[in-house]
C-alpha cells in the first residue's frame, strides 16, 4: 500500500502521544507541487477509513493530523469507538492527539524546519528507494504502526522491504525531492481557499432554503439533510470544486462549527442547528463519491415537490430525536406527502442508490456478500406504488417498518423483533392489495424516468468487498434483478447509510448486514411479482440453490404480495430474460435506458471499424462463458487500447462470481461456484479497486482475445498472459499506468471520477 507506514504481523498496542506539532507556516507550493504527488502515489491507498494506520492523505490537514494505532475496521469488536472522521470529530493536530492519540509522521521542529531525516513520512518514502525488494502484500493482513523514528528504525531493521510505497515502485527522484524539499521549508501547509462572490451568493441561497424557519420548511429541510449528508455536492458557480451539507452551531456569515453525530439523525445537542454547505479540502476518491448537483433548476424542483404537494391536515411539528423515532424515517417524516418523498428519491435514484451499493464506509465484504455479483434495479413506478396512493397505508404500517438503528439487545434479539416487523408489514401489505382490484403487475407498472431520467435503470456489479453502480443496462441479461419501491429504498438508505456506523460494534454491524439481507428478498420479490406466479418460485430457486434453501431463506413468505402479472409472455419459462429484454427495448425509453453496450448485448451492432468496435467485436468470444480461463482473473481489470490517438478506449473485465445463494453471511466460500463464473467487459471505469491493469495495442486485440481463452489455472499461460499485456506491481512502468487511468477518468466519467484505490492490486 502507497505510503502506508508499515506492514507486519499484529497491530501495534497504544503507545504515549506525542507532542503535538507546532503550527505549520504557509508554503504556497504545497497544493500544486506535494498533495499532486500524494495523490498519485499515496491517496491510492490512504484515503478513507481504510488508510492504514488511519493515516489518511487526502489532504494537508490528514497528514499534519498523523496516524493511529487503533483499526476502524474491527467488525468483532464488543463496543464501539469514538469516530475519527476527518474535519469533523477533531478540529487541529493537538486536538486529534489529545483526544484520540494519534502521532505525527513529519516532524516538524518549528513552524519553518521539519527535516526530511525525523519524519517517517521521508524515513519510509527513503526506505523504499533504497531498498526496492519484493514483498508480499496482504491487503487485509495485520498492521503495524510504528509511533516514533526509532519504533520505525526496528521494524525496517527487521523487514527492510517494508518502505513506502509498499509493495510498489519507489517514487522517482524528482517527486522524492519535491517532498524532501518541502520538508527543509518547515512542511507547510496550504493557503485557504476562497469562495467568489458568486459562489458564496450560490450557497447563501442553499444556506437560506435549508434555514427558512417554517414550520414546513424546517421538517423538509431536515429530511433532504438526511439524505445528502453524505453527499459531494457541486454547485454551479464554482466548478470544479465540492462541498458538503453540514449541522453546525453558526450561522453565516460566521464560521462553520460542525456539530459531530454518529448518525444525521442523532439530537444535534443545539435547540437551533443551522444547515451549511461546507467546502470540501480533500482529494475526492472514487471509492467514496457520491455527486450531487445544487443549481437554479434543481432548487426549483425541491420547492415544487415539497412545498406545492398537499399536506392535507398533517401535523408540522417537528419531529422528535429519540431513536425510536428519529431511525423511522416513516414516522418522522409522515407528514411530508410520500409522492413528494418518493419523486425526491427517484430524480436522484443514481445518487441514492450510490450511496447505500458503493458504500459510505469505504469497503466491506461482509455487509456486499449480501447483494450478487451483477444485478440491475428498475423502480416501480409511483402511481404502481401503494404506499404512495394509499393515503392509509403508510400511517398504519409505519412501526413495521422500523430500522436496526434503532436499537436493541443483542444480534439475534434485534434481528428477531425486526424480522418479525417485515414479515408483519409484508402480509399487511399483501392484504392490502387483495381489498383492491387484485390487478396484476403491467409492463407500465415500472418507472420509466419520467421519460428522460437515466436513473430509472441500474447495473450494480460487486467487486468483492466494493461494488460499482452505473446507468443503464450492462452486461446484458443478469441473473438477478431488483425493483424497488418506496418503502424498500427509503429502508435500504437508512440501514445502510443514514443509519449505518462503521465504528460501532458488532451487534449493530451484524444487525444492520442481516436486516439488508431481508430487503434484498423483498427487492427481488419485487422483481419476482412481475412474472407469472408459476415461474416466480422456479426463478427464486435458481438463485437459491441447493434445492432446499429457497425454503429456508424464504422466512418473509414474499411471493404472496402481488397477483397474478397482467403481463402476457409467450414463452412462460423464458419470462424472467423476456421482461428484463422488453424493458430495456421497449419498455422503457430510449432515452432513459440510454444506448446499450455491444458486448454482452448481441443483438446490438459492432459493424464500426472504429478502435472500440473492434475490440468489442474480440471480446464478444470471451464473455458470459463458464470456461476454466476465467477463473485466471481477478475481480476487477482495467484495460487500456493502445491506438496511437490522445483518446484510447478503456474497459473494465469483471469477473462475474457465481454463487450457491447469498443468504449466509460468513460461509460466502463455501457457497461459492467458481466453475460457472464469467467475464464481462464493459465500457469506462467500473470500479473503486481495480486488481490488475492490461495494455493491448489495437492490432493485436484478435490475438488478446485468443491469448485470454487459452489461459488455465496452474500453468504458465497467465504469467506469460501477463508478460505481455500486465502491468506487474514491480514494473517500472507501474506508475505511469496507474496515472494513465487516473488520468482518463475524468475524461470518460466527468462528475463520478475520482482517485483509485490500489490496495487490491494482484500480487503476483
Request: glycine share 6%.
Amino acid at each position: 500500500m502507497a505510503c502506508v507506514l508499515v506492514i507486519a504481523a499484529l497491530w501495534s498496542s497504544p503507545r504515549p502521544r506525542a507532542a503535538p506539532l507546532p503550527p505549520p507556516r504557509i508554503d504556497e507550493a504545497y497544493a500544486a507541487t506535494i498533495q499532486p504527488i500524494l495523490d498519485h502515489r499515496c491517496v491510492v491507498c490512504h484515503s478513507c477509513f481504510d488508510a492504514p494506520c488511519q493515516l489518511n492523505l487526502q489532504s494537508f490537514d490528514g497528514l499534519d493530523r498523523g496516524a493511529n494505532t487503533t483499526r476502524v475496521y474491527a467488525p468483532q469488536r464488543l463496543e464501539a469507538i469514538h469516530p475519527t472522521r476527518m474535519f469533523v470529530d477533531a478540529q487541529s493536530p493537538a486536538e486529534w492527539a489529545e483526544r484520540f492519540g494519534f502521532f505525527p509522521v513529519v516532524q516538524r521542529t518549528s513552524p519553518a524546519e521539519a527535516l526530511p531525516e525525523r519524519s517517517l513520512l521521508w524515513r519510509s518514502i527513503d526506505q523504499r528507494r533504497r531498498m526496492p525488494v519484493p514483498v508480499a502484500v496482504d491487503a487485509d493482513g495485520p498492521t503495524v504502526c510504528p509511533v516514533d523514528a526509532a519504533a520505525l528504525e526496528r521494524e525496517l531493521r527487521s523487514e527492510p522491504g517494508k518502505g513506502m510505497p509498499y509493495g510498489l515502485p519507489p517514487l522517482d527522484e524528482s517527486e522524492a525531492n519535491a517532498i524532501g524539499e518541502w520538508l527543509r521549508r518547515g512542511a507547510g501547509a496550504p493557503s485557504a481557499a476562497r469562495e467568489s462572490d458568486a459562489a458564496l451568493a450560490e450557497i447563501g441561497r442553499w444556506e437560506a432554503f435549508l434555514n427558512d424557519p417554517a414550520p414546513r420548511a424546517r421538517i423538509v429541510a431536515r429530511y433532504v439533510f438526511e439524505h445528502l449528508f453524505l453527499a459531494h455536492l457541486s454547485i454551479e458557480a464554482a466548478p470544479g470544486e465540492w462541498f458538503r451539507v453540514v449541522r453546525s452551531r453558526t450561522a453565516a456569515p460566521a464560521p462553520v462549527d460542525v456539530i459531530a453525530t454518529a448518525r444525521p439523525f442523532d439530537a444535534p445537542g443545539v435547540r437551533e442547528p443551522h444547515y451549511r454547505l461546507q467546502r470540501i479540502h480533500e482529494t475526492i476518491v472514487e471509492k467514496t463519491h457520491a455527486a450531487y448537483a445544487l443549481g437554479d433548476a434543481k432548487l426549483a424542483r425541491l420547492r415544487h415537490l415539497f412545498f406545492d404537494a398537499d399536506w392535507g391536515g398533517a401535523s408540522t411539528a417537528f419531529p422528535s430525536y429519540e431513536p425510536e423515532v428519529a431511525a423511522n424515517p416513516f414516522v418522522t417524516f409522515s407528514s411530508i406527502p410520500a409522492r413528494a418523498r418518493y419523486q425526491f428519491l427517484l430524480d436522484d435514484a443514481y445518487y441514492h442508490v450510490k450511496t447505500f451499493i458503493h458504500g459510505p464506509v469505504c469497503k466491506g465484504q461482509v455487509a456486499l456478500n449480501v447483494i450478487d455479483e451483477h444485478f440491475l434495479i428498475f423502480f416501480l413506478a409511483p402511481d404502481a406504488d401503494p404506499a404512495v396512493t394509499g393515503a392509509d397505508f403508510l400511517p398504519a404500517l409505519a412501526a413495521d417498518l422500523a430500522l436496526p438503528a434503532q436499537g436493541g439487545d443483542g444480534i439475534e434479539g434485534i434481528f428477531a423483533r425486526f424480522k418479525l416487523r417485515e414479515v408483519s408489514y409484508l402480509r399487511k401489505r399483501a392484504a392490502y392489495l387483495a381489498k383492491g382490484a387484485g390487478r396484476g403487475h403491467l409492463l407500465g407498472d415500472i418507472w420509466n424516468g419520467d421519460g428522460t431520467n437515466r436513473d430509472a435503470v441500474l447495473t450494480v456489479y460487486r467487486h468483492f468487498d466494493s461494488a460499482a453502480v452505473v446507468r443503464g443496462a450492462l452486461g446484458g441479461i443478469p441473473k438477478t434483478a431488483w425493483v424497488l419501491d418506496y418503502p424498500i429504498l427509503e429502508r435500504m438508505y437508512y440501514d445502510l447509510v443514514a443509519g449505518f456506523d462503521v465504528f460501532g460494534n458488532l451487534v449493530h454491524q451484524v444487525s444492520t448486514r442481516r436486516y439488508m439481507n431481508l430487503l434484498r428478498m423483498e427487492a427481488e420479490s419485487g422483481f419476482l411479482g412481475f412474472l407469472p406466479l408459476a415461474q416466480r418460485p422456479v426463478v427464486r430457486d435458481s438463485w437459491y440453490r441447493p434445492p432446499g434453501v429457497s425454503t429456508i431463506v424464504d422466512v418473509l413468505d414474499p411471493l404472496v404480495a402481488a397477483p397474478e402479472t397482467g403481463i402476457a409472455y409467450p414463452q412462460p419459462a423464458r419470462a424472467k430474460d423476456d421482461l428484463v429484454t422488453r424493458l430495456v427495448t421497449i419498455g422503457l425509453p430510449r432515452d432513459v435506458v440510454g444506448p446499450r453496450e455491444g458486448v454482452q448485448w448481441t443483438d446490438v451492432s459492432l459493424a464500426g471499424s472504429d478502435p472500440a468496435s473492434r475490440f468489442e467485436r474480440a471480446v464478444r468470444t470471451i464473455v458470459k462463458k463458464a470456461e476454466p480461463f476465467v477463473r485466471t482473473f481477478p475481480d476487477a481489470t482495467l484495460v487500456r487500447v493502445l491506438t496511437g490517438g490522445t483518446d484510447d478506449p478503456v474497459y473494465t473485465v469483471v469477473r462475474n462470481k457465481e454463487h450457491l445463494n447469498i443468504d449466509f453471511m460468513f460461509l460466502e466460500r463455501e457457497e461459492r461456484v467458481p466453475a460457472e463464473d464469467t467475464l464481462h467487459v464493459v465500457p469506462g471505469i467500473v470500479a473503486s479497486r481495480p486488481n490488475l491493469f492490461l495494455t493491448v495495442l489495437l492490432g493485436d486485440v484478435e490475438r488478446f482475445a485468443r491469448d485470454v481463452a487459452a489461459l488455465h489455472e496452474g500453468d504458465e499461460s497467465w504469467a506469460r498472459f501477463l508478460d505481455r499485456y500486465g502491468v506487474r506491481r514491480r514494473d517500472p512502468a507501474f506508475w505511469s499506468a496507474s496515472d494513465f487511468f487516473n488520468d482518463r477518468f475524468p475524461g470518460l466519467s466527468p462528475v463520478d471520477a475520482g482517485i483509485l484505490d490500489l490496495s487490491r492490486y494482484v500480487d503476483d
